[in-house]
């Protein structure tokens, strides 16, 4: 069947305009569209009839468009690509639930999306919101809001800390700490940019430091920026105080790593009224403190023992498969000091070979000391009134810490930096932190990876048309999945 535009005549003398189709030999009339008293009303009637033609084709519809406004032909449009607006929409839903879209800053907001979708430098970052999710923005735009960035990161720490007291029943009562480094795409050095101790193994590269804190569950609430030359232990205590006082908090304690400990922190800690949970580096303490560890540790499995120090209380635990780890690499060790003290020619430095005298030989005193501590592992503390087995599962707690850095690290591509001017670089660690929390939020509350859950909601495309004729813009969404669905619904929109 095809339409038709019909001319007819009224009782009153004017020309009638119809659009009208024949079934059966039956004339069926579809759309009245007026009647014309002049040559001029006509032709204007005949273009409105061409037009309903056009929006309501006879032939059986391929697809509906958005819109509601009738049935399109695929042969009238032109492909213009996918998007992935509903992974814009997904991250921004929670965005809107960690409160970062009331920041007034949509710019930010969309850099943290990327950064999760698909990381990248911030120019390109630009391009790559427009490609995927028709979001566009200046460069202009973009230099001018990276330098009002920074000031934003007390009020994004408080709307971390707000999700982590809601979702997580975070309660101040235990905080993760540790450092990592990220480094420049450079070789030059300014106050903030430092050649330092790379965890990167990029020691010729000027480099910065991060510390970060985050709950027992790994989610992130508080970060700190330092440069590069500075020694992780000298972080710890500006970066708890902060917080600290950011957060009113009057009692908290801090699971760290040993690099963090010394008389000094110690001292610190104790005048502010915080309570600490840290390793114990046992490999350099004193002979009678190593003498009271050996006589008094039961070699069984997960057996524990205290004794005080000036450091606090030194809990020592031992484990079967500590010991078996440790004495492999004991004898590895052991092995490569005894080749090198045969063939002295090729001489580097290593654990167990000695050179205090004119003559290289095996430090047996001592390979005799870590055997007394193979299996056994040191914790300082000062609380009093908790469990030893608690201790340690505190601590064990920190590779939280270390799986945030990774994400930041590898799927967030925190690292390199091209930034120069120091508030860029602190406006790149910023984006990076807010999509670290939201990344870790998705992967607790789903128990899922994050680029998992990117597979399954970028399998969720719009497919985009132009109509030739009338220039209006078409979308297609994929179906939502189920498993898409379930993700939602754990994320507790």
């Known amino acids: 069947m095809a339409y038709s535009i019909r001319v007819t005549k009224t009782k009153s003398g004017a020309r009638a305009v119809q659009v009208v189709g024949y079934i059966r030999r039956k004339v069926c009339v579809y759309k009245h569209l007026g009647s014309a008293h002049t040559e001029k009303e006509l032709q204007k009637l005949k273009g409105a009839a061409a037009a309903w033609i056009l929006a309501n084709p006879p032939q059986a519809q391929l697809f509906y468009d958005d819109t509601g406004s009738g049935h399109i032909l695929l042969k009238d449009c032109e492909y213009q690509g996918i998007h992935y607006r509903f992974a814009y929409e997904f991250l921004n839903r929670l965005c809107e639930q960690f409160q970062f879209t009331t920041l007034k800053s949509g710019l930010?907001?969309?850099?943290?999306?990327?950064?999760?979708?698909?990381?990248?430098?911030?120019?390109?970052?630009?391009?790559?919101?427009?490609?995927?999710?028709?979001?566009?923005?200046?460069?202009?735009?973009?230099?001018?809001?990276?330098?009002?960035?920074?000031?934003?990161?007390?009020?994004?720490?408080?709307?971390?800390?707000?999700?982590?007291?809601?979702?997580?029943?975070?309660?101040?009562?235990?905080?993760?700490?540790?450092?990592?480094?990220?480094?420049?795409?450079?070789?030059?050095?300014?106050?903030?940019?430092?050649p330092g101790f790379s965890k990167d193994n990029k020691s010729q590269q000027p480099q910065i430091v991060i510390g970060l804190m985050v709950t027992p569950q790994g989610f992130p609430v508080s970060y700190e920026v330092f440069a590069g030359n500075t020694f992780e232990g000298t972080t710890f205590l500006p970066s708890i105080l902060a917080f600290k006082s950011l957060h009113h908090i009057e009692t908290l304690?801090?699971?760290?790593?040993?690099?963090?400990?010394?008389?000094?922190?110690?001292?610190?800690?104790?005048?502010?009224?915080?309570?600490?949970?840290?390793?114990?580096?046992?490999?350099?303490?004193?002979?009678?403190?190593?003498?009271?560890?050996?006589?008094?540790?039961?070699?069984?499995?997960?057996?524990?023992?205290?004794?005080?120090?000036?450091?606090?209380?030194?809990?020592?635990?031992?484990?079967?498969?500590?010991?078996?780890?440790?004495?492999?690499?004991?004898?590895?060790?052991?092995?490569?000091?005894?080749?090198?003290?045969?063939?002295?020619?090729?001489?580097?430095?290593?654990?167990?070979?000695?050179?205090?005298?004119?003559?290289?030989?095996?430090?047996?005193?001592?390979?005799?000391?870590?055997?007394?501590?193979?299996?056994?592992?040191?914790?300082?503390?000062?609380?009093?009134?908790?469990?030893?087995?608690?201790?340690?599962?505190?601590?064990?707690?920190?590779?939280?810490?270390?799986?945030?850095?990774?994400?930041?690290?590898?799927?967030?591509?925190?690292?390199?930096?091209?930034?120069?001017?120091?508030?860029?670089?602190?406006?790149?660690?910023?984006?990076?932190?807010?999509?670290?929390?939201?990344?870790?939020?998705?992967?607790?509350?789903?128990?899922?990876?994050?680029?998992s859950v990117l597979d399954v909601c970028l399998a969720v495309t719009d497919a985009v048309l132009i109509h030739r004729r009338t220039g209006e813009s078409i979308v297609m969404r994929s179906p939502v999945s189920e498993e898409m669905a379930t993700i939602e619904k754990m994320l507790s929109y």
């Open 108 to 194: 930010l907001v969309d850099l943290v999306s990327i950064r999760i979708f698909e990381p990248t430098s911030k120019l390109r970052s630009l391009s790559l919101l427009s490609k995927y999710f028709n979001i566009n923005y200046t460069e202009k735009t973009l230099y001018r809001s990276l330098r009002k960035f920074p000031a934003l990161k007390q009020s994004v720490e408080e709307r971390m800390v707000a999700i982590a007291k809601k979702e997580f029943s975070f309660d101040f009562s235990f905080v993760l700490y540790d450092v990592t480094t990220l480094y420049f795409e450079t070789f030059k050095s300014d106050e903030l940019r430092k």
């Open 253 to 451: 304690t801090i699971v760290a790593d040993a690099a963090m400990l010394s008389v000094s922190n110690i001292q610190k800690l104790l005048e502010h009224k915080l309570t600490y949970i840290v390793g114990a580096r046992l490999g350099n303490i004193k002979a009678d403190l190593l003498t009271t560890i050996d006589t008094n540790i039961t070699r069984v499995d997960t057996s524990t023992m205290r004794t005080e120090t000036e450091r606090g209380t030194l809990i020592c635990s031992y484990s079967h498969k500590r010991y078996a780890k440790d004495l492999s690499e004991m004898n590895k060790q052991i092995k490569r000091a005894e080749s090198l003290v045969q063939t002295p020619g090729k001489m580097r430095r290593a654990k167990f070979v000695s050179t205090a005298t004119d003559t290289v030989s095996l430090n047996e005193a001592l390979i005799e000391r870590t055997k007394k501590l193979l299996g056994v592992k040191g914790y300082y503390t000062n609380l009093t009134d908790v469990p030893d087995v608690d201790i340690t599962a505190h601590y064990h707690r920190l590779w939280n810490v270390e799986q945030a850095f990774r994400i930041a690290k590898s799927d967030l591509a925190s690292r390199p930096i091209f930034h120069r001017k120091e508030t860029s670089i602190r406006a790149h660690v910023l984006i990076c932190v807010m999509a670290l929390s939201l990344s870790k939020y998705i992967e607790i509350k789903t128990d899922q990876s994050i680029r």
